[in-house]
């Protein structure tokens, strides 16, 4: 008696797509700028000759050679229990745990998987970062800074500091 097909599950999809973007990253690069659609709706990126020479001064400095690491965090087994014996305790048993439901792609010294933290090369680059690491921040703080003035408002005693930090984090968000 022949078995139906089985159905190619979403844990399937994502299987078949680390082996296939490992062998060929394009489609790993088409899905991360389809990833940042929201921030980037016209689905470029601009590289030009100070890129190219800040990524190979950054890797230079660090002493490392670049991969991009293509992974799914795969799934664990599960394990049935173990009794206890007169030499050790007992394993409880433990349900299997579902590989990871989303992909990775990372950039990560060759070989290894420890990822690369980027490294301004000049003044101008290393600003940038500190704004946008400032601009992430008053993100961050966005929904906590927003309770805050509503309750203000509310009860009608306003905190100047509150009132402070949401006038610089709306400063830093209308200047990027």
């Known amino acids: 008696m022949a078995t139906a097909p089985k159905k190619q599950s979403k844990q399937d999809a994502l ?7 490992r062998a060929d990253p394009t489609m790993a690069i088409a899905l991360m700028l389809w990833v940042d659609r929201l921030r980037n709706p016209d689905l470029y990126v601009k590289i030009d000759e100070r890129d190219l020479k ?17 992974h799914r965090e795969p799934g664990i087994p599960a394990q049935p229990g173990v009794p206890a014996t007169a030499n050790r305790r007992a394993v409880p048993a433990r ?3 579902p ?24 003044q101008e680059d290393f600003d ?15 929904q906590r800074l927003a309770d805050a003035l509503a ?15 949401a006038a610089e984090a709306l400063l830093l968000l209308a200047g990027q």
């Open 95 to 97: 349900e299997a745990i």
């Open 54 to 70: 800040g990524f190979a001064d950054c890797m230079a400095y660090q002493k490392l050679v670049p991969e991009v690491r293509i």
């Open 15 to 21: 299987d078949a797509f680390t082996s296939a973007a």
């Open 99 to 122: 590989p990871k439901p989303y992909v990775v792609v990372t950039l990560v010294e060759k070989g290894t998987a420890n990822a690369i933290t980027p490294i301004e090369n000049n």
């Open 128 to 142: 940038a970062a500190g704004h946008a690491a400032k601009v992430r921040k008053a993100r961050d703080n966005a």
């Open 151 to 165: 309750n203000s408002a509310n009860s009608g005693d306003f905190a100047s500091s509150d009132l402070r930090d």
